[in-house]
């Protein structure tokens, strides 16, 4: 028996990014020692077919949380802003759990790893969106002299959410944190506290970006005990592109040490003319390289 567990999310449109997702696992030989579970949030019959044969588990990602219809106006996906804090319940028989998005892929094997121990003793593992050659972390709007209206992400979404004054300046200027990769202990009282504040952000304020509000709340305000891992275990692109290493044909953080991209996130999405890289592995864009090159290059899987 599995004792740890990697799970996504995916609907029909990213049906690809998934697949792409399952094969980067798969191509480590240490992913035998670990399940796979896929939450299906609107896949289509013959793709959960195709699905079955690659993974330990399939189940229909629910709303957990009661939401509006009026809300939701059919976009199932949007499970995935609630079904995440609920894993135990889909998954029960597993020690660990790995979220890893549908738009990510892995890249080092050693990061599964990383994640699996820091969640140890009931900690969340989990990465913020702030590093080296982070150029704004938060906007303002300068109306005059020393006054400014603050426009970060986690305090717009707390103010929308209707969280109270006091917790959203809290919130305001604390690194943002993503919710596209972290690990829990099935044990660990972070679910709980996650669960709690998640029905919260979803009574007065949007479905997207709710959870991740909830999970920055748990962090920030509860002060759940927290192992915060390096940038590069979750890489989002649309914030800093990285680099391309030529010679080892991988690609690594664009400043010195020029470290090894864990886990790829292309969260945002990655633009050329108008189209989406997550909906059209044929977009590429300009990489620099740590030799000084630039080259036209996809960041999905694969390509």
Not at 208 to 227: K, Q
Request: with cysteine; glycine share 6%; net charge positive.
């Amino acid at each position: 028996m599995k004792k740890n567990v990697i799970v996504s999310l995916a609907d029909s449109t990213y049906f690809d990014l998934l697949n792409e997702l399952i094969d980067s696992i798969k191509k480590f030989e240490k992913s035998s020692s670990i399940a796979i579970c896929i939450l299906d949030a609107g896949l289509k019959k013959d793709q959960i077919e195709k699905l079955s044969s690659r993974v330990d588990e399939i189940k229909s990602a629910e709303w957990d949380i009661e939401v509006p219809s009026i809300k939701i106006r059919g976009k199932e996906w949007l499970k995935s802003q609630v079904s995440r804090a609920f894993l135990p319940n889909y998954f029960p028989n597993y020690e660990k759990y790995l979220w890893i998005d549908c738009d990510a892929w892995l890249n080092d094997w050693n990061t599964v790893e990383l994640y699996l121990k820091a969640c140890d003793h009931g900690k969340l593992g989990i990465t913020q969106t702030i590093g080296p050659g982070y150029k704004i972390t938060s906007k303002v709007n300068w109306l005059f002299g020393k006054l400014a209206i603050i426009k970060s992400q986690n305090f717009k979404h707390a103010l929308s959410s209707k969280i109270g004054i006091e917790k959203a300046r809290k919130l305001a200027f604390s690194p943002h944190i993503n919710i596209g990769v972290f690990s829990l202990e099935k044990k660990s009282s972070c679910w709980s506290v996650w669960q709690k504040n998640l029905k919260t952000t979803l009574k007065s304020g949007k479905i997207f970006g709710s959870e991740g509000l909830a999970i920055n709340m748990s962090v920030y305000i509860d002060e759940v005990e927290t192992e915060f891992l390096p940038l590069n275990c979750n890489w989002i692109a649309s914030n800093l592109l990285p680099k391309f290493d030529e010679i080892n044909q991988t690609f690594v953080e664009p400043y010195l040490p020029n470290n090894k991209i864990g886990i790829m996130h292309l969260a945002a999405g990655i633009w050329m003319k108008n189209i989406d890289m997550r909906l059209d592995k044929k977009v590429k864009i300009d990489i620099k390289t740590i030799e000084g090159n630039i080259i036209s290059k996809s960041l999905r899987f694969g390509q």
